[in-house]
C-alpha cells in the first residue's frame, strides 16, 4: 500500500506539471463556457443537460490526450522495465496512474460546476437531475480513463494511443445507430454496448442500475485488462 500511495503521489505531481493538463482544461472549459453562455441567453431554462452533454463529447475528444501518455511514455523512455520491477503488483502500477488521472479530469469536471453556481443565482434549478449528472459523468471519465490506460500499454506511441483509444470511444458512441445493420443475433449487443445509450438516461436523472454497471463493470474489466498486459510483458 505504501508504494501504491508513493507511485500515485508521482503520477499526480507528473500530470500536474505537464502542461497538457492545462491545455486539454483551458480548451474544455472554453468551449463550455461559450455553450453556457449561448444557450442560456437564447432558451432562459435553468438546466445543465446540454452541458452535460456538451462535456460528454469532448471528453471523448480530449481524455485521450490526458491517458496517452500513461504507458507509453513509459516504454518510449524505457523507463517501463524499471517500474515493473518494483515490489508492487502490476494492477497496483495501473490504478496509481487510474487515480492520478481521474483526479486531473474530476478537477475539470468539477470546474464545471461554476454553471451551476450561476444558475442556481439567476433562477431556481432542479438540483436532483444536476448532482445525478455530475455523478453521471463521474462514471463516465473512469471508463474514457481506464480505456485510455490500457490503449497506452499496447504502444509506445503516444498518437498511436490516443487514437486507439478515441477509436474504441466513437465505436461505442455509435454502437446503437449500426445495430439495425448487423445480423438479428448482434443487434442486442450492439444496443448493449452503446455508450451514449447508458449516458443519456442516467445523465437525465433515470438511475437505471443496468446503466450504472455498464460503466463500473467496463472500468472495472479494462483496468484487469491492462494489468494482465502489463504482467505479460
Known amino acids: 500500500m505504501n508504494a501504491f500511495l508513493v507511485l500515485t503521489r508521482k503520477e499526480m505531481g507528473a500530470a500536474l506539471l505537464s502542461p497538457i493538463a492545462y491545455i486539454v482544461a483551458a480548451v474544455f472549459l472554453l468551449v463550455l463556457g461559450y455553450t453556457f453562455s449561448l444557450t442560456l441567453f437564447a432558451t432562459k431554462v435553468a438546466n445543465l443537460q446540454y452541458i452535460f452533454r456538451q462535456i460528454y463529447v469532448l471528453s471523448i475528444l480530449l481524455v485521450p490526450v490526458l491517458t496517452m501518455r500513461a ?14 520491477t518494483a515490489p508492487i503488483a ?3 502500477i495501473v490504478l496509481s496512474k487510474f487515480v492520478a488521472l481521474m483526479a486531473v479530469i474530476l478537477s475539470i469536471y468539477a470546474l464545471s460546476g461554476l454553471y451551476a ?7 431556481e434549478p432542479d438540483w436532483g437531475p444536476i448532482l445525478a449528472g455530475y455523478g453521471t459523468l463521474v462514471l463516465l471519465g473512469s471508463l474514457l480513463v481506464s480505456v485510455g490506460i490500457l490503449a497506452s500499454t499496447l504502444t509506445e506511441n503516444q498518437v498511436v494511443s490516443a487514437a486507439l483509444s478515441m477509436g474504441v470511444f466513437l465505436m461505442l458512441w455509435f454502437a446503437d445507430s449500426v ?3 448487423l445480423p438479428g443475433s448482434l443487434e442486442p449487443l450492439a444496443l448493449n454496448l452503446s455508450l ?5 438516461p442516467l445523465v437525465s436523472g433515470s438511475i437505471f442500475l443496468s446503466d450504472a454497471m ?10 484487469w485488462l491492462a494489468s494482465r498486459r502489463l504482467a505479460d510483458r
Open 71 to 84: 504507458f507509453a511514455e513509459e516504454r518510449h523512455n524505457d523507463t517501463l522495465e524499471l517500474l515493473l
Open 90 to 92: 502490476e494492477v497496483w
Open 117 to 123: 453556481l450561476i444558475l442556481g443565482w439567476l433562477g
Open 179 to 181: 445495430a439495425p445493420l
Open 196 to 200: 451514449i445509450g447508458h449516458f443519456k
Open 214 to 223: 455498464y460503466f463500473v463493470s467496463g472500468t472495472m474489466v479494462t483496468l
